[in-house]
Every structure is written in C-alpha cells, then in structure tokens.
T-cell receptor, first 112, second 112 residues
Framework: DTGVSQNPRHKITKRGQNVTFRCDPISEHNRLYWYRQTLGQGPEFLTYFQNEAQLEKSRLLSDRFSAERPKGSFSTLEIQRTEQGDSAMYLC??????????FGPGTRLTVL | GQNIDQPTEMTATEGAIVQINCTYQTSGFNGLFWYQQHAGEAPTFLSYNVLDGLEEKGRFSSFLSRSKGYSYLLLKELQMKDSASYLCAVRDPGGGNYQLIWGAGTKLIIKP
C-alpha cells in the first residue's frame, strides 16, 4: 500500500501521561503535515515539515507538543502531560510541492 | 484575518443536485481545494481550482471566482454514499510555506 499510514489508530490514555503517534507518508512526498480535528470542525494546522526540516509550527500549539521527522521520511508527534482538551483526531498528510495533500486514517486520542 | 465560511449543514434528496458554497478572506491565494470526509474517516481530495471558472470531474464540479472570494462544489445525481462533510480549503502562500486554511466543513445529508 502506497498511501499515508498512521499508528496507532486509537489511543486511550490518562491525563498527565505522554503519548506518541507515528506517521509514514507517501514515499515520494517531501512535505508532511500534522493536523488536529475535533467534531464538526475542519482540520487545525499543527506543524509542517519539508524533508527533515520543521518549517512552521502553529502559534496555538503549546510547548507540550513536539514533532520530529529525523530522516525526512516518517514523523512522530509527541504530546507530553496530556490534558482532556487534547482529545481529538490527529491527522497526518503528505504532499509533493504545490500538489494536493493526501491524508492518513488518523489517530483518535481520548484522554480520560 | 483568515476566514473560510461554509454552511454548517445541508439536506438534499437522492438523485437531485446540490450546491455547497464557500467564501473566503485570506491574506493570499494560491488555489482552492475541496475535500470529502465521511464520518470517522480522513479527508479525501475532490477538486482543485486556481483559475476562475468551472472544473468538472464526473458527478462533481467546482467553480471559483477569485475576485469575489467565492467557490462552490456542485454534486449531481446524488447518491446515498455522498452523505459526508465537504471541506473547503484555501492555499495561502504567506511566508513561502503555502499552508491550507480550512473551513469547518458542510455536513451533507442525503435523503431517499
């Protein structure tokens, strides 16, 4: 399968715990995006990589969120000290320059 | 500021035609995208407009007027499987990163 994949698909955690999500983009895409989406809303931009460089991070993103793309291929998104407000669907997308973004299936996070 | 407006919800009948409107106010413009999102799934790409006019792709067409900051998605011969949310997104070249600004989506309900 050559689409975008994300793991895990679902994550339930207790408040205060750390969680890490993984995204494997389409192999020839050099751009990778992380979004957060809650019910009835469009995707909210979190951060963006071009190859291994993190070029933009949302100003709304707290310091508890960090993302990496160490070799310009897969990416990880870590949330430290999770809060109930972090419960959402976390979407990863990839694209080649100036083309449409292809989304992965998402990771649904529930913080208890 | 950046703003994308779409109706929250629309209802249509199987076999009919429906038009979903999107208006935008962004600091820059480098194309408008429409995505379809079924409940609990990731968005999938439908269409892209960068020049004024109508782009047709099977049962779906998308129109753009840059001077009016306006687009619509036209769905013909509606099928029950078209029940989904439809997201409008504008690509803003601001800062050289060409990010997508997303609307909240229009939930389309198809009735038999």
């Amino acid at each position: 399968d050559t689409g975008v994949s994300q793991n895990p698909r679902h994550k339930i955690t207790k408040r205060g715990q750390n969680v890490t999500f993984r995204c494997d983009p389409i192999s020839e895409h050099n751009r990778l995006y992380w979004y957060r989406q809650t019910l009835g809303q469009g995707p909210e931009f979190l951060t963006y990589f071009q190859n291994e460089a993190q070029l933009e991070k949302s100003r709304l993103l707290s310091d508890r969120f960090s993302a990496e793309r160490p070799k310009g291929s897969f990416s990880t998104l870590e949330i430290q000290r999770t809060e109930q407000g972090d419960s959402a669907m976390y979407l990863c997308a990839s694209s080649s320059p100036m083309n449409e973004q292809f989304f992965g299936p998402g990771t649904r996070l529930t913080v208890l | 500021g950046q703003n994308i407006d779409q109706p929250t919800e629309m209802t249509a009948t199987e076999g009919a035609i429906v038009q979903i409107n999107c208006t935008y106010q962004t600091s820059g413009f480098n194309g408008l995208f429409w995505y379809q999102q079924h409940a609990g799934e990731a968005p999938t790409f439908l269409s892209y407009n960068v020049l004024d006019g109508l782009e047709e792709k099977g049962r779906f067409s998308s129109f753009l007027s840059r001077s009016k900051g306006y687009s619509y998605l036209l769905l013909k011969e509606l099928q029950m499987k078209d029940s989904a949310s439809y997201l409008c997104a504008v690509r803003d070249p601001g800062g050289g990163n060409y990010q997508l600004i997303w609307g909240a989506g229009t939930k389309l309900i198809i009735k038999p």
